[in-house]
């Protein structure tokens, strides 16, 4: 079965560091999405992107936060420099158009910020 | 602006016991509903979802929902839960349009005790 791949599955770093988090959708999906997800809530859209395009980024902090899919396969997300609340779970997911086409989620990266 | 509230954030119960988990929304526009499961340290699986139709609509792992319009309301229901199913539940919401952009409810912590 198809799944959407993100790696790590856990990351530990201090702050002030750099971290980069990768996700590959299921093939074929051309709408990629990064969640955040705080312990104890629900996930936030980050950004979207359909195919290499940035769609909406409204709620990445982008004084220190940066989103890729140069190839619009793949898609990388850094944090630099990370900070103590960034401690979160990221959540990659794919869907394989824009419209009226649900979302698959992959098993999420969960970062600790020391 | 659309939101979602999940009136209880932790519900617990006993094996064999029926079960409902509460969710109400509010939006401006008409809506698509969903509600994911998430496994401890894993990413969000669907349960189910109400596009347009019936008002009951049957999900996986023997959970169905119920969409009431004029009280905003997309409850969770199972009529006989196992251990298994303890985990956090989500409502969440899309447009018509971009199912996959998704506002999600703060979660409910489903504990099945036997």
């Known amino acids: 079965e198809a799944e959407v791949a993100q790696s790590p599955r856990y990351k530990i770093t201090e702050k002030s560091q750099a971290v980069a988090f990768w996700c590959d959708p299921i093939?074929?999906?051309?709408?990629l999405y990064w969640y955040r997800q705080i312990l104890g809530q629900g996930p936030e859209l980050l950004v979207q992107?359909?195919?290499?395009?940035?769609?909406?980024d409204s709620q990445l902090p982008k004084d220190r936060f940066s989103a890729e899919r140069l190839k619009g396969v793949d898609s990388t997300l850094k944090i630099q420099p990370a900070e103590l609340g960034d401690s979160a779970m990221y959540l990659c997911?794919?869907?394989?158009?824009?419209?009226?086409?649900?979302?698959?989620f992959g098993q999420g990266t969960r970062l600790t910020v020391v | 602006a659309q939101s979602v509230t999940q009136l209880d954030s932790q519900v617990p119960v006993f094996e064999e016991a029926p079960v409902e988990l509460r969710c109400n929304y509010s939006?401006?526009?008409?809506?698509?509903l969903f509600w994911y499961v998430q496994y401890p340290n894993q990413g969000l699986q669907l349960l189910l979802k109400?596009?347009?139709?019936?008002?009951l609509v049957k999900g996986i792992n023997g959970f169905e929902a119920e969409f009431n319009k004029s009280q905003t309301s997309f409850h969770l229901r199972k009529p006989s839960v196992h251990i298994s199913d303890t985990a956090e539940y989500f409502c969440?919401?899309?447009?018509?349009?971009?199912?996959?952009?998704?506002?999600f409810g703060q979660g409910t912590e489903l504990s099945v005790k036997p």
């Open positions: 939006s401006s526009v008409s809506v698509y």
């Open positions: 093939s074929g999906h051309a709408t």
């Open positions: 969440a919401v899309s447009d018509l349009i971009e199912r996959g952009k998704l506002i």
């Open positions: 997911a794919s869907s394989f158009q824009l419209r009226n086409t649900e979302a698959f």
């Open positions: 109400y596009l347009s139709g019936s008002t």
């Open positions: 992107f359909q195919d290499e395009s940035v769609v909406d």
